[in-house]
């Protein structure tokens, strides 16, 4: 028998606001365990939080980007449980009047529907002793600075076919948040998190199958090793007469496999009520139609844009638009006239490389928009050749100057003179007649040594285009028949 995946993913973005959710402490990544708590957000006897408006304008910004309805009504919620990690012993969510519903993506031409997204407040985080290199401690520590941090969940409906089709939807989705500058989408520290509910079928089934959840994913990559590892667990449990039972499962990168966390056949009464603190919330359709002018181009439409109008590749406007401060830079740049396909080359090949080579974030590069067309025009106009072009760029993206000075300080202006790239060739020519005979006996592949060594005595200055001709000219020609 065949099965089919059934899969639905919840992502938690941190929303980019300065203090948290209900109270004024800084959401800053990396300060010292426990610096950025207070009374409120400890949940401590007698204190009330207070809602944060950007957070709640981060959401409907969010909602909108993702086509979903705006709530004219919505209302926090308490959901009880106990954690080390949550000291309050409960968490402010949202259950059945969410912020954000019934919205949808478009991946690859299908249509991936999102159920709900709603604000809550994030938990704090456990450090084990035993991962802090106190082997044999039986204890565990907590940060609090987390708590209270803005969260918008983003639950999507089962409608995903595939773990490709998962990391696409990831992809996409965070590429959504970056563009409209409510998320860092930075899953190293947390800022994007996805837990993934995964399911089989017999093809052609309607009614889903047991699901289990799966968590403990850092990377895009491991979700779709997690979901795919996971399928195959499932199949092989129905296939040998088992059943597949409702539980979470986490995933280890080390062997590739899920493994048991804990059991949700039963599941657990969380005691949701209204959230006696803070009284309901009517979102006003001005201010929903007010952020919905502010809202930049949207990822697809960019790629599109650069597609169309650039001139780029489908798969070179795919990279681009991944990152929001190199499409920034490259909108930039072509405002100032640089021509679109190579200033995209030189973003998404050499500095590129620079950037992750040094371990940096785009934002970080010397290099200007200015910098960026002034050494595009440079080698369209054949003043700078490719080579030098390269040594310039690395330089610009260290410690940003004029690209022209900078080309004739440093002589690196591209040579073009017939005269006296005549005289270099014919002397490379004297020097190299073994492998001038060599050529004429019919060894043509032999031509791109005479161009090599014609670049080591310009110095990397030679004009491609010139020196070609002039070795076709020089050159003699190959013996008939050889």
């Keep these: 028998m065949k099965y089919e995946p059934v899969i639905g993913l919840e992502v938690h973005a941190q929303l980019r606001t300065k203090t948290k959710i209900f109270c004024g402490c800084p959401t800053d990544f990396g300060a010292n365990p426990n610096d950025q708590v207070c009374q409120v957000c400890l949940g401590m006897p007698g204190v009330l939080p207070v809602l944060n408006k950007h957070a709640v304008e981060c959401a409907i910004r969010a909602g909108l980007a993702l086509n979903c309805e705006i709530s004219e009504q919505t209302r926090f919620d308490r959901k009880n449980y106990f954690y080390p990690d949550l000291s309050k012993g409960y968490q402010i969510s949202q259950l059945d009047k969410p912020i954000c519903k019934t919205g949808h993506l478009v991946i690859n031409g299908r249509t991936i529907r999102i159920n709900r997204a709603h604000l809550e407040e994030d938990a704090g985080k456990l450090v084990h002793a035993g991962a802090a290199g106190l082997h044999g401690s039986d204890y565990s520590l907590v940060d609090y600075n987390r708590g209270g941090v803005p969260l918008l969940e983003i639950v999507s409906e089962p409608d995903i076919e595939t773990p490709e089709e998962a990391k696409a939807y990831l992809t996409e989705l965070r590429n959504i948040l970056r563009a409209i500058d409510v998320c860092d989408g930075n899953l190293e520290e947390g800022s994007f998190r996805c837990d993934a509910n995964v399911s089989i079928r017999p093809v052609g089934d309607k009614e889903l199958g047991t699901k289990a959840e799966i ?111 190199l499409c920034d830079f490259f909108d930039a740049a072509i405002k100032l006239g640089t021509p679109a396909k190579p200033a995209a080359n030189l973003l998404i090949g050499p500095t590129t490389a620079y950037v992750n080579d040094n371990n940096l974030e785009f934002s970080a590069i010397k290099m200007t928009p200015q910098n960026l067309c002034d050494l595009v025009k440079a080698i369209e106009s054949g003043k700078l050749g490719s080579t030098n072009a390269k040594k310039l760029l690395v330089e610009l993206l260290a410690s940003t100057g004029d690209v022209n000075k900078l080309i004739d300080e440093k002589g690196l202006a591209q040579l073009s003179d017939e005269t006296e790239l005549r005289k270099m060739v014919q002397e490379v020519l004297a020097r190299s007649q073994p492998q001038v005979e060599q050529y004429r006996s019919g060894k043509t592949k032999i031509r791109q040594y005479f161009f090599g060594e014609l670049m080591k005595v310009s110095k990397g200055k030679a004009n491609p285009e010139v020196t070609n001709k002039i070795l076709d000219e020089l050159l003699p020609q190959p013996e008939a028949g050889a």
Excluded: C
């Design 215 to 325: 968590k403990n994913m850092n990377s895009f990559r491991s979700v779709q090793r997690a979901i795919q590892s996971e399928i195959e667990r499932q199949i092989n449990v129905v296939e040998g007469g088992g059943r597949v039972v409702q539980e979470t499962r986490l995933w280890n990168e080390a062997d590739g496999t899920t493994h048991p966390m804990r059991s949700k056949e039963e599941a657990h009464d969380y005691r949701y009520f209204p959230e006696p603190d803070l009284v309901p919330l009517s979102i006003d359709r001005k201010w929903v139609s007010d952020v919905q002018s502010t809202l930049p181009e949207l990822p697809e439409a960019k790629r599109q844009r650069y597609v169309n109008e650039h001139g780029l590749s489908v798969d070179d406007a795919v990279v681009m638009v991944e990152n929001k401060d």
